[in-house]
């Protein structure tokens, strides 16, 4: 919707990687394993990433999505940022407890053909099995939403990524929105912060 709406540019580190894996790269093999378990993969492969898209487009805006997860690519992102004249205008945190966390990611499903997003709880795939979209009808589960891959990646948040809570707290970049809400409510949150 941001990008629609905005012209801004989506950077997903974590669909990067997954594009990675399945182009069968040195990188690509070498991050699987840790992506299946739950576990970060190191930061400087993840800041490599971003700095190859920053470079290749230097009007652009961006929205970072799941990066950065470390105080090392964040403090990476800011001199990243600064070399191009550029700043964060706003680090959205939107909250949303582990269990509800857990329920949504678990239901979750794309379509294999379009990447059209599903859930078996608020949207689930068509009865005729086909997908809204593209009229696809294979569907996938990503390979990390597992109870145990979840336990892991939670236990990572809240070791290595919490913490930039309160480093962008202290810069005055925070700011929080309930990530409980439906899609346009949750929309509408980001959309009164960005201005
Ligand atoms: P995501 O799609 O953002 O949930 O990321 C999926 C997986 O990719 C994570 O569990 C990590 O293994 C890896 N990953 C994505 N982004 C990062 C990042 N910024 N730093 C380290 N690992 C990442």
Redesign the pocket.
């Known amino acids: 919707m941001l990008e629609d709406e905005r012209g801004m540019t989506q950077l997903?580190?974590?669909?990067m990687?997954r594009e990675a894996r399945t182009s069968g790269t040195e990188m690509g093999n070498k991050?699987a394993a840790?992506?299946d378990a739950?576990?970060?993969?190191t930061?400087q492969i993840?800041i490599g990433l971003i700095e190859e898209k920053l470079e290749a487009d230097p009007e652009g805006s961006f929205i970072f999505?799941?990066?950065?997860?470390?105080l090392g690519?964040a403090d990476a992102l800011g001199a990243l940022l600064d070399k191009k004249g550029q700043s964060l205008d706003a680090v959205i945190e939107m909250q949303v407890d582990d269990e509800a966390l857990v329920s949504r990611i678990t239901a979750r499903s794309t379509c294999g053909n379009c990447g059209e997003g599903y859930n078996d709880l608020s949207k689930p795939i068509p009865a005729d099995g086909k997908c809204v979209k593209c009229g696809g009808t294979e569907f996938k589960r990503r390979a990390?939403d597992t109870a145990d891959a979840l336990r892991t990646?939670l236990m990572e948040y809240y070791k290595k990524t919490s913490p930039l809570l309160g480093y962008y707290y202290a810069k005055g970049d925070l700011k929080t929105i309930d990530g409980l809400g439906e899609i346009d409510e949750v929309q509408a949150a980001i959309g009164k912060i960005l201005g």
């Open positions: 997903s580190t974590g669909d990687l991050v840790i992506m739950g576990e970060l993969v930061d993840v999505d799941g990066f950065p997860r470390t690519q990390d990646r």
